[in-house]
């Protein structure tokens, strides 16, 4: 009998003084918000849901827009930030710090580009990319659907905004097909971002106190202060950082970090796992609560897009409707799906008080840049009659949560989407 030696390599993220990260062999990719896509998407071409006497015959998809350049606030104090890398080497040479001599050379030879921090709130290349690639993915995993796209077999549109209107030009460019023409942006109200001109969501939600309440209660918490003091232990900085310091650093770290090139950002080398686990919490706290289960009005917006998502596809059933309908908006969108669909919901509201390490609810996979919901309407052959079923998918993964063995039959897809066509929100 031959024997078989097996090897076994566990990445290890060592939070004590003497690890490197520059060599960790699997850092810590989970950045929130801000976390790339090639990060953490599937791939749709490799999708596990295999439908045999089945056809796809119309794709609705809503995406957030790909990686962008912060705004002008966050901006600013980056660049701030950037003055800290005299002083992390300076603490390193006096023997102050605890990094490792390769992180600290990696940080020496960054350099930064100071029009990324113009303020202007523009894709990135690497965004570009992340888009090109989804809509490339998609046209090969449904090539014949995809084939041809004759005017008035789709809808593209997108969001306002620099970022995401370009985020759906590179979108509709990897489909191949110039021709494609994306409709124009409405001013005003549409199903993929009915909260944008709420003045109750934007005065009552997202501009309100409350929404940040459980955030600023973890910042006090024992776990968030030990972190803060491992982060001004291990890069030796003399003078006390404050919340908003580091706040700033871990945004060089996240934005810095490209995951089309491979390349991890020299920044995050002043973090242990453990302190990008609970930066990372921060931000859950702050979209729990702003975008998604911690305010019950919220589940009301995410009926919106879902009533559209119905529509389309009960009009392609009767002989109308579209091949592919393709929405470019922010994160604070899909969030509210997630809670209209009670996705990724823990038993427990998260709070301040205490970081539940397995909950569901984690921005990191679920809202981070290029994030996409989408479903597909197959029209299958069964004994002589057409029947109808829609598969959903999450960053090019397929959803068993919303249907057994995610795959929903028609009268399940009526039953659960059917009541969102025509949600009203008159309390705007």
């Given at each position: 009998?031959?024997?078989?030696?097996v090897?076994?390599?566990?990445?290890?993220?060592?939070?004590?003084?003497?690890?490197?990260?520059?060599?960790?062999?699997?850092?810590?990719?989970?950045?929130?918000?801000?976390?790339?896509?090639?990060?953490?998407?599937?791939?749709?071409?490799?999708?596990?849901?295999?439908?045999?006497?089945?056809?796809?015959?119309?794709?609705?998809?809503?995406?957030?827009?790909g990686?962008?350049?912060?705004?002008?606030m966050?901006?600013?104090?980056?660049?701030?930030?950037?003055?800290?890398?005299?002083?992390?080497?300076?603490?390193?040479?006096?023997?102050?710090?605890?990094?490792?001599?390769?992180?600290?050379?990696?940080?020496?030879?960054?350099?930064?580009?100071?029009?990324?921090?113009?303020?202007?709130?523009?894709?990135?290349?690497?965004?570009?990319?992340?888009?090109?690639?989804a809509?490339?993915?998609?046209?090969?995993?449904?090539?014949?659907?995809?084939?041809?796209?004759?005017?008035?077999?789709?809808?593209?549109?997108?969001?306002?905004?620099?970022?995401?209107?370009?985020?759906?030009?590179?979108?509709?460019?990897?489909?191949?097909?110039?021709?494609?023409?994306?409709?124009?942006?409405?001013?005003?109200?549409?199903?993929?971002?009915?909260y944008?001109?709420?003045?109750?969501?934007?005065?009552?939600?997202?501009?309100?106190?409350?929404?940040?309440?459980?955030?600023?209660?973890?910042?006090?918490?024992p776990?968030?202060?030990a972190?803060?003091?491992?982060?001004?232990?291990?890069?030796?900085?003399?003078?006390?950082?404050t919340?908003?310091?580091?706040?700033?650093?871990?945004?060089?770290?996240?934005?810095?970090w490209?995951?089309?090139?491979?390349?991890?950002?020299?920044?995050?080398?002043?973090?242990?796992?453990?302190?990008?686990?609970?930066?990372?919490?921060?931000?859950?706290?702050?979209?729990?609560?702003?975008?998604?289960?911690?305010?019950?009005?919220?589940?009301?917006?995410?009926?919106?897009?879902?009533?559209?998502?119905?529509?389309?596809?009960?009009?392609?059933?009767?002989?109308?409707?579209?091949?592919?309908?393709?929405?470019?908006?922010?994160?604070?969108?899909?969030?509210?799906i997630?809670?209209?669909?009670?996705?990724?919901?823990?038993s427990?509201?998260?709070?301040?008080?205490?970081?539940?390490?397995?909950?569901?609810?984690?921005?990191?996979?679920?809202?981070?840049?290029?994030?996409?919901?989408?479903?597909?309407?197959?029209?299958?052959?069964?004994?002589?009659s057409?029947?109808?079923?829609?598969?959903?998918?999450?960053?090019e993964?397929?959803?068993?949560?919303?249907?057994?063995?995610?795959?929903?039959?028609?009268e399940n897809?009526?039953?659960?989407?059917?009541?969102?066509?025509?949600?009203?929100?008159?309390?705007?």
């Amino acid at each position: 009998m031959k024997k078989f030696l097996v090897f076994i390599f566990l990445c290890i993220n060592d939070a004590t003084s003497n690890y490197c990260y520059w060599n960790t062999g699997c850092p810590y990719k989970y950045l929130s918000t801000e976390t790339p896509y090639n990060s953490v998407r599937g791939d749709i071409r490799d999708s596990v849901i295999k439908l045999i006497g089945c056809e796809p015959v119309s794709i609705w998809g809503i995406y957030r827009h790909g990686k962008r350049k912060p705004s002008a606030m966050f901006s600013e104090k980056m660049k701030e930030a950037i003055s800290t890398k005299k002083y992390i080497i300076d603490s390193y040479e006096k023997g102050h710090s605890s990094l490792c001599a390769q992180d600290i050379e990696n940080l020496r030879k960054w350099e930064p580009d100071y029009k990324f921090y113009d303020g202007v709130r523009d894709i990135m290349e690497e965004g570009r990319q992340e888009m090109i690639g989804a809509s490339k993915r998609l046209k090969e995993a449904f090539p014949v659907l995809l084939r041809d796209l004759p005017k008035g077999s789709y809808t593209f549109r997108s969001g306002q905004g620099l970022w995401i209107e370009r985020s759906m030009e590179a979108f509709v460019s990897g489909f191949g097909k110039p021709s494609l023409v994306i409709d124009d942006v409405k001013p005003n109200q549409d199903v993929m971002n009915p909260y944008a001109n709420c003045d109750y969501y934007q005065q009552n939600v997202r501009n309100s106190p409350k929404s940040s309440a459980e955030s600023n209660r973890y910042l006090t918490h024992p776990e968030y202060l030990a972190a803060k003091d491992r982060i001004h232990r291990r890069s030796g900085i003399e003078y006390s950082l404050t919340d908003e310091n580091i706040t700033a650093l871990y945004d060089l770290c996240r934005y810095d970090w490209n995951a089309v090139e491979y390349k991890i950002s020299p920044w995050c080398a002043i973090f242990t796992k453990d302190d990008l686990e609970v930066l990372e919490y921060v931000q859950d706290l702050n979209h729990y609560y702003r975008n998604s289960y911690g305010t019950p009005v919220n589940e009301v917006f995410g009926k919106v897009p879902l009533g559209d998502l119905f529509t389309n596809f009960e009009s392609v059933t009767k002989g109308g409707g579209k091949k592919i309908v393709a929405y470019v908006t922010h994160s604070t969108m899909l969030d509210q799906i997630y809670m209209t669909l009670g996705l990724f919901k823990d038993s427990v509201p998260l709070t301040g008080a205490n970081r539940d390490r397995d909950r569901k609810w984690r921005t990191s996979k679920i809202s981070t840049f290029g994030v996409n919901f989408v479903a597909v309407l197959n029209r299958c052959e069964k004994q002589g009659s057409k029947e109808y079923n829609v598969v959903f998918y999450l960053n090019e993964e397929p959803i068993r949560s919303i249907c057994e063995e995610g795959v929903c039959s028609w009268e399940n897809f009526d039953t659960k989407l059917r009541q969102y066509v025509n949600t009203t929100i008159d309390f705007c």
